[in-house]
């Protein structure tokens, strides 16, 4: 019963059957149970996810289904489900001499189906996000109890989990850019879910603005993999004949039905099915052309975008004026981690092209250390944590900068370990903002440990998690990234260049630290300040926050060792199609766990300095404190940090007002010299008759004289 | 089926009459009319088999007989459905049930008059469609304007007249000219024709000019005069000034018509006539074409990014949006067209229940200055979730309509740019295909930005204080004023199901369609072959092919040169100079 089909179906369609119940019925039905049907949906989601887990890894144990690809010992896992077929445009492309498409010559159509995947990439993805957005849900029942929008806030969730549930399973890149702008959508309503506030409604405005800016990016990218690929399907496809009606023919999807080379038809290569890839190892070539690094670099465009890496972060701070679940759920642990997924996903592209692989890993450093040092001076704890959420996606950016699959599965290890430690973050900040009438400026708070005994332990421990405190699931998955960038640093093309993010890294390691606990020490210890807002609410939150809290710590404690035992999550991800045409990935399987004890070593320390100095300066030593922030204002680098490296200044000067006043010169010259021809032009007959109207006075004598003079006139002219 | 199709045309003429002499009810009796000619059209859709050939065809000896005979002068009554035509005439058909819906208690002064002119336009408009002879087709294009003059001239706003008249003169100066460019098609193809008939039918006339193309000076002048009148109509930059303040002048109606139905007969008019009779005409200008479609949708955008009021901004985003339709038609293959046709539609389902919310906005506050309004999301929930999802259909959001359009229009344009434009424009075309994204991107800001001032944010309504104290005094206004009532939420549901239904399943909407737009686009890609030669050896960017095995199929420039009839006018009978 059970089958991964159903499963992989079942799995998007419960959120949204949820989403379509609450939406129909919460506001006059439902009310202040709306939350039913999502966590009832969602809880069968996270069983259903762990269920699709269990058999994409014993199917991906087990013999693979076509056999290892030629040149490479690694086997890998597919399973492609097709449900309809969303458009077709016929014979839309001629490929043939001359044209850039690489494949056979002949006319393609332009078929886009609606066609889900399960590989272990998706089944680890589907599973993290059913399950932070089950606890999530349930936190957010208490969370957002007596909101006059309760059922409106449950009907966007559902529709954000099915869609971000959709965006990591469907196998083809108009369907992810579909649900890539669907998870956008709902960031958008959510952010501006308390829409009455001009800086929420403005926020949502900003995040889907600066998204729209990435995705433009990602829409020329997809437009040139059409372009150069001739397809935009991730698997390969088989077009044959119809055996029952000749003259239609059906496409096959299944990766069995695709190698049978006793099935008739053409077969198609996907942009990351086995075919393309294959060819990318006997052609190098034809892989390392600008058209490569172009699609590289438009899709990190649309990457920086949705997971907030330099230049478009600017948006996911102000995010933070959304409800704190959504902050958790969205703006941490699921939809901004979308584009670590979709590098993850087109990993051999990035891997082919080292320019464009290069950029994204110096991307993704550089965020993570400017993210690192701007939250080191921030006062709002959300926005501490929304910086702190920016630099750790740099990381995963830093990881799979490298392009091997060491960096690859790091980067997907942080992606699940961080899902765990930022939500709980967030939830935690969340249950002090129920607390204290939602004050979240950490200089007016201090001392709740005392109020709120379990959201200290367990922001303590998220805290620990994000430190890289070992066991926690932080230190591990740090420290695969650090390796990972650490082995492209010793040899090879743009050592140099790794070898310097990786000393960066290690910085941000102990920025992160630093500010981290800062934080907690300034809300949780010194003497006690609750703000008058809280009124009576200062003590702990319910029971149905606190225990999604305690899960996410338990999670947070135990996930990163378990994954990071015997590698199994590395071996694991390798046996994904397209990352398992990685370097590296064909030994994965028989190699030693490597652990490298410098760097743990040198991350411990580091992450033990950072919290060290907190410590020092904001619970032993203030003075001390006072000093340090005159030097360094003195130096100049705490206006940088405070004011945020100054993006958004710097955008509104030189894009947005120039573009507006633009747009205002526009609709003035419409008016003016536009239209004003116009009616210049449609003047010009009238003024034609009027300057002939004293020709035509109606005088009798006039005319009689008119005829009189041309009538010599003529005369005259004949004479002569 | 072809009674089917006739009566459906005259229905709203006779429910016209019937209307005009029902005096007070004449509502329900422009509603009941309506929806009837909806489901009728509804049935004849449904019906539509697809593939090349017309559909519920029927040809009425007219001013000639049907027959063809040589005495005759041959301008028939003939109508029938194609690909092209057979969503825009279903479009047409929801879009008054709309439009009488929002009219409903808008307009109080003369509704009989009101209403029967409405539906005549109906019959215009769905003529317009169905008609597939030239002079039929002449015949109810300029029908349409005379309704609307009077639409706009008497249940106007403020300067009705002059919006009024401007409409008249600009369209009509156009479609003077469109009518010379019909004429010489008729008469270039009568001195040409080996039979000697002269025919004004549209099929007729396409098929004998695929098989004696007119020559190339010849097919760029009478492309000029189509352009004159149909780019009027779309409008393309610089000929639009007329369609803002027409918009912003007309009663709710008007606009939801004007926006959603009228100005794709120009856009039509291209794909129509243009693009089959005189397709090196158009391969010769194409360059122009594109660039001027890429501005009319930056400039557009850009434009109603700079307005203060709601219903001039709409009109300046209907602006930009005909350029994309105007953009995908010209890229001129198969994507291009099909997302340029599908696009036509989708802006009429998208724009037109914008501008019918407008008219909720205004029948409620009765302002249309965007400074004046704010928060409105929490006195009317239901009208701002409208307006949301009219927003996203409208800036291409992924799931509605808009983007299928938008993708398709793109990829096309790509295509054009990348793998099928000669060396000399190559680079012109990539730009105004990467441009044009940044258009989606300006979108998404007008319009968001409209949705957060209006609709988000504290509550400002007219006649308060402005600024953030108007919350307060707007909570004593919030009774006053009255959320979407049924009637209102039924005329804004019918398009919404469509717009989730075009974005979900868009391949029910394209196949219709396709068989009769790959003939067209085959026919524009030989003679953008002839025009600007072959698509270039453009070294491939990636070095080497994938598939040495790989045979090159002939190119379509090689192909549309060997399909190609020896011109007839070169040899001896065909002098027609002589005559």
Sequence with gaps: ?720 | MTTLLLTTLLLPLAGAVLALGNGARARHSALMTTLVTLVLAAILVAQFPGGTDVFAKMDLGWLGAADGSKDSIGICFRIGLDGLSVWLFGLTALLMVVAVLVSWEAIDQRPAAFYGLLLALETGMLGVFVARDIILFYVFFEFTLIPLFFLIGIWGSEERRYAAIKFFLFTLAGSVLTLLGLLAVVLWDYYHSPTGVMTFSIADLTANLAARPMERWMQVGVFGLLFAGFAIKVPLFPLHTWLPLAHVQAPTAGSVILAGVLLKIGTYGFVRFALPMTPEGVAACMPWLLWLSLIGILYGALVALGQDDVKRLIAYSSVSHLGFCMLGVFALNPLGLQGGVLQMVNHGLSTGGLFAIVGMLYERYHTRRIEDLGGLARQTPLLAAFMVIFSLSSIGLPGLNGFVGEFLILVGMFQRGWAEAPAALAAQYRAIAVLAVAGVVLGAWYMLGLVEKVFFGPLRVPGQGAGRHGAAHGTAHEGAVRDLVPREVLALSLLVVFIVWIGVQPRLFLDPMAPTLEGLSRRATESVALAHGPAAQVPRLNGDRSFPEGHAAPSHAAQGRAARVPRLNGSASFVYSEN
Excluded at chain 1, 288 to 297: E, P, Q, S, T, W
């Design chain 1, 1 to 720: 019963m059970f089958e991964i089909k159903t499963l992989l179906v079942l799995i998007p369609a419960l959120p949204l059957a949820a989403f379509v119940v609450t939406a129909a019925l919460g506001k006059k039905v439902l009310r202040q149970r709306s939350h039913v049907p999502l966590v009832a949906a969602l809880a069968a989601a996270f069983l259903a996810s762990l269920g699709l887990l269990a058999q994409v890894y014993r199917q991906s144990q087990q013999a693979p289904d076509a056999g290892p690809a030629p040149g490479h010992e690694s086997a890998a896992y597919e399973k492609i489900v097709p449900l309809w077929t969303w458009a077709v445009v016929g014979n839309a492309y001629t490929a043939g001499e001359g044209k850039l498409l690489a494949g056979p010559a002949e006319s393609r159509d332009f078929r886009i189906e609606v066609v889900l995947r399960a590989d272990p990439l998706t089944a680890v993805m589907l599973v993290v996000v059913t399950l932070v957005s089950l606890l999530v849900a349930v936190y957010s029942i208490g969370y957002m109890h007596g909101d006059p929008g309760y059922w409106r806030f449950f009907t966007y969730i559902a529709l954000f989990v099915f869609s971000m549930t959709m965006l990591v399973s469907v196998s083809n890149f108009v369907l992810l850019y579909v649900f890539w702008e669907a998870v956008g959508l709902c960031s958008y309503l959510l952010i501006g879910f308390w829409f009455q506030k001009p800086e929420a409604a403005a926020a949502g405005k900003k995040a889907f603005l600066v998204n729209r800016v990435g995705d433009s990016g990602f829409a020329l990218g997809v437009f040139l993999i059409w372009i150069t690929y001739g397809t935009l399907n991730f698997h390969d496809v088989k077009v044959a004949p119809d055996p029952r009606a000749p003259e239609r023919t059906v496409v096959y999807h299944d990766p069995a039905d695709v190698q049978n080379a006793n099935l008739a038809g053409t077969q198609f290569g996907g942009v990351l099915g086995r075919t393309t890839l294959d060819n990318m190892a006997e052609h190098p070539r034809l892989y390392h052309g600008a058209a490569l690094v172009a699609i590289c670099l438009l899709l990190m465009l649309g990457a920086c975008g949705k997971s907030a890496q330099l230049p478009l972060h600017v948006w996911l701070p102000d995010a933070m004026e959304g409800p704190t679940p959504v902050s958790a759920l969205i703006h941490a642990a699921t939809m901004v981690t979308a584009g670590v997924y979709m590098v993850a996903r087109c990993a051999p592209l990035f891997a082919a092209s080292p320019q464009a692989r290069q950029v994204v890993a110096v991307i993704g450093g550089a965020t993570a250390l400017m993210a690192a040092i701007v939250a080191v001076t921030q006062t709002d704890l959300k926005r501490i944590l929304a910086y702190s959420t920016i630099s750790q996606l740099g990381y995963m950016f830093l990881a799979m900068g490298t392009g091997t699959l060491l960096g690859v599965a790091a980067g997907m290890f942080h992606l699940v370990t961080h899902a765990f430690f930022k939500a709980l973050l967030f939830l935690g900040a969340g249950s002090v903002m129920h607390a204290t009438g939602g004050v979240i400026d950490i200089r007016r708070l201090g001392g709740l440990r005392r109020v709120m005994p379990v959201t200290c332990a367990t922001f303590l421990v998220g805290a620990l998690g994000l430190a890289g405190i070992v066991p926690l699931a932080g230190f591990w998955s740090k420290d695969a990234i650090l390796q990972a960038v650490r082995q492209e640093g010793t040899a090879g093309s743009g050592s140099t260049l790794y070898a310097a993010l990786y000393v960066a890294a290690l910085f941000t390691a102990l920025l992160t630290a630093f500010y981290t606990f800062r934080a907690f020490f300034l809300t949780f210890y010194g003497p006690t300040r609750i703000p008058p807002e809280a009124g009576r609410h200062a003590h702990e939150s319910p029971r149905v926050m606190t225990v999604p809290l305690v899960v996410l710590a338990v999670g947070t404690v135990v996930v990163g060792a378990l994954l990071e035992w015997n590698r199994v999550l590395e071996r694991f991800l390798a046996r994904t199609p397209s990352i398992s045409f990685l370097e590296g990935a064909a030994h994965a399987a028989h190699s030693e766990p490597g652990f490298d004890w410098s760097i743990a070593a040198a991350s411990t320390l580091v992450a033990v300095a950072g919290i060290g100095l907190a410590g020092a300066l904001y619970l032993a030593m203030p003075a001390l404190l006072e000093q340090l922030t005159a030097t360094m204002k003195a130096v100049g680098l705490y206006a940088l940090s405070a004011g945020k490296f100054f993006f958004d200044p710097i955008y509104s000067l030189l894009i947005v007002r120039p573009l507006e006043g633009l747009a205002r010169l526009s609709a003035w010259a419409d008016r003016v010299a536009i239209d004003g021809l116009v009616d210049r032009i449609g003047g010009l007959p009238p003024a034609l008759g009027s300057a002939l109207r004293p020709f035509q006075p109606g005088l009798i004598p006039f005319y009689a004289l008119a005829m009189l003079l041309g009538l010599l006139v003529l005369l005259g002219t004949m004479l002569i």
